[in-house]
Nanobody
Framework: QVHLVESGGGLVQDGGSLRLSCTAS????????LGWYRQAPGNQRELVAT???????NYGDSVKSRFTITGGNDKNTVWLQMNSLKPADAAVYYC?????????WGQGTQVTVSS
């Protein structure tokens, strides 16, 4: 199993920045991918960004060029730098880990963007 602990959510103004972090209970050496998804009320959970153990990244179309995911290698923490936040980015952000073919999720952290 993998336990994920998230931090960094909160309230920010339109155009502001936040940094989320997620720490896994296993080292990244044993995890194939870490990342973030988000879910707004009434919407499906959607990809924000992921990073593989090899360092490859993948971003959702709506956050490309504004969000950056870092971490991986032998670390068990990933960070999501979110810049130029918009009200449409408001959601619960869930940390994600893929370990031994199974997906694990954190409890989520709320991001609120005021206009």
């Amino acid at each position: 199993q993998v336990h994920l602990v998230e931090s960094g959510g909160g309230l920010v103004q339109d155009g502001g920045s936040l940094r989320l972090s997620c720490t896994a209970s296993r080292t990244f050496f044993s995890i194939s991918a870490l990342g973030w998804y988000r879910q707004a009320p009434g919407n499906q959970r959607e990809l924000v960004a992921t990073i593989t153990r090899g360092g490859s990244t993948n971003y959702g179309d709506s956050v490309k060029s504004r969000f950056t995911i870092t971490g991986g290698n032998d670390k068990n923490t990933v960070w999501l730098q979110m810049n130029s936040l918009k009200p449409a980015d408001a959601a619960v952000y869930y940390c994600f880990a893929r370990y031994d073919g199974t997906d694990y999720w954190g409890q989520g952290t709320q991001v609120t963007v005021s206009s």
